[in-house]
């Protein structure tokens, strides 16, 4: 598909639906303080956040079950290992990367 | 410039996921110009991937926009939670903000936060602008690389997402308290099985937004069982 009218209304639509819930919480939080729960409450959404994201690439739903991506879960076990002894974003990705085309190399 | 620089370590993150979302977006069918339109205007990784895959299967536009809500929907609570820290800024730096928040640049800000390391708007610009120009310069590349370039996944590129949320999650854990470890280990399993239970009956986008608000919400209240 080229840049056709109804490519621009399609980019349009997706634009708004991924700009409000950016900048909302943005402009709602500044007519009140945020109650101490609710501060609780989004000091936890970090974590239960990217363990969320990092299950999703683990498994596939399918209409005949769930499926484990072996590949994903036998290089998510040595990057998680890295990510603990280095800390480094970076170190962690790098060599995530490299595991990951290692394992689609020889499985 | 510190947010710049901040964002240095998460680039590769940015170049490969990029690179292959150009490349996948040419494969879509998509010429280099709509790729790039893309990059500029969405700015979601996994969105634009979705979007891509949609346009090569014929999807209807309003399907497309209601699946990029959904994918997207996360960034409420991203957003959530970084806000309170830009209050005493200018809406219009609010918005600025807000709108180029992603996991990735969530994931530098909160880790900075969780560390009481104060930041600025003009740290925080730093950090979402660098991400957003590498974002559209790397699709854009891809793009024309498409012709050539062959699956991006025999090259692992595909998986350097998750593997950046693996370590914005050990960084995220390394701020917490040794004593809260257990409750944050207990909250992080309850998330696979939520995740795992979920994926079955929603998508799995879907399933990460409804799984966190649920084990958010019980760390709040066994929070409060280990206070009493």
Redesign the interface.
Known sequence: MSTTTEYLLLLVGCMLVTLIPRVLPFIVVRSFAVPKPVEKWLSYLPVCIFTGLIVENLITASNTGMQINWNVLLATIPTLLIAIWTKSLLTTVLVGVVLMALIRFFF | MNGVKDC???L??YI?IGLAMGVVGVSS???I??VF??SL????GS?QFI?CAM?AAGSP?GA???T??IV?????????????R??QYS?LK??G?????T?ES???A?TKI?KNIPITDRWMNGLNITAYTVWIISCTVGAYAGKWFPDP??????????????????????T?QRTKLKH?LF??AV??VL??LL??IMS??L??IV??II???I??VT?NEHNN
């Not at chain 2, 929907?73 to 939670?81: D, N, T, V």
């Not at chain 2, 903000?97 to 928040?101: D, F, H, Q, T």
């Open positions: 240095i370590p998460t590769l993150g490969s069918g998509l010429d110009f709509a339109l893309m205007l969405v700015y979601a969105a979007i346009i536009i497309i926009v209601l990029t809500f997207n929907l996360r960034h409420l609570l991203l957003s959530s939670a970084l806000a309170p830009f209050t809406l609010n918005i903000i807000g709108s180029l928040v996991d969530f994931g530098v909160i969780s996944k025999t090259f692992g590129l595909d998986y350097a997402l998750t593997a950046m949320f693996v370590a914005l999650l050990i960084l995220q854990l390394q917490v944050y909250l992080m998330m696979v995740m795992v994926s079955a799995s986008s399933a990460v799984a966190t084990t958010a919400t760390g709040v929070d």
